[in-house]
């Protein structure tokens, strides 16, 4: 049986598709897996915010408790939040920029996912990512219909999964997805609402789409004219 999982294990599992390895959301991924590490120092009692210091980039996020943390990733993110009070949109980036590689490489080691190498017309080479022991993941994904499409309460760490899927964007784009309502939408969005990494996730995901999306404008209308 496997220790026990972080919730940014739990989150990647969910983002990746079970048959290729995509990922949804890529484009903004340090982002929510920069707010799960936080979450899980949140729920371990290891930060907290000051949100009398709040700014541009959010409330100051300071780091609190001592003692060794059970995962190096962990003590990672915690070692970024002790070095200062900093917002946490800008902590997200810090925490979560290139953790993509070293969170597949986890899952890969963990047996959840499989790489899988291939070479394409005899010369180009492509990885895959495939789902491999689905078993945790299943049984993630049933927590979190029964919280979305039936209106269980959700444990914490069930409900920082679901407030961080929903703060990128990506719930409904999800394969497989949960069955798409109003309801499950607004069940969703208020998880998301009641965690403040989450809503940080959530300003930070749309603010750089937004500017993305502008700067696709100007460039077409560039070419255009």
């Given at each position: 049986?496997r ?22 959301g890529?484009?903004?991924?340090h ?6 590490l ?6 371990r ?17 300071l ?6 943390l059970?995962d ?12 200062r ?25 963990r ?9 394409r ?19 993630l ?23 961080l ?57 560039s070419?255009?004219?």
């Open positions: 049986m220790d026990e999982t972080l919730l940014v294990e739990d989150l990647m599992l969910m983002l990746l598709d079970d048959e290729t390895g995509a990922v949804a890529a484009g903004t991924l982002y929510p897996l920069g707010g799960a936080l979450a899980e120092l949140a729920l009692g290891r930060v907290e915010t000051d949100e009398g210091r709040a700014g541009l980039n959010g409330a100051k996020v780091a609190v408790g001592d003692g060794p059970p190096p990733l962990l003590g990672s993110a915690y070692e970024k939040v002790a070095e009070p900093r917002g946490v949109e800008t902590l997200l980036l810090d925490i979560g920029g290139g953790l993509w590689k070293p969170m597949t490489d986890r899952l890969v080691e047996g959840f996912i499989r790489r899988e190498s291939r070479r017309l005899g010369v180009f080479r492509t990885t895959r990512l495939p789902v491999d022991d689905a078993r945790h993941e299943a049984e994904r049933q927590r979190i219909c029964a919280v979305l499409e039936d209106g269980e309460s959700p444990d914490a760490r069930t409900a920082a999964v679901i407030a899927l929903s703060a990128s964007g990506t719930l409904p784009s999800l394969h497989p997805a949960p069955k798409w309502s109003t309801a499950v939408y607004e069940r969703a969005k208020e998880l998301e609402k009641a965690s403040w990494v989450a809503t940080a996730v959530g300003t930070a995901v749309t603010r750089t789409t937004t500017a993305n999306t502008v700067a696709s404008a100007v460039v077409t209308a070419v255009i004219t």
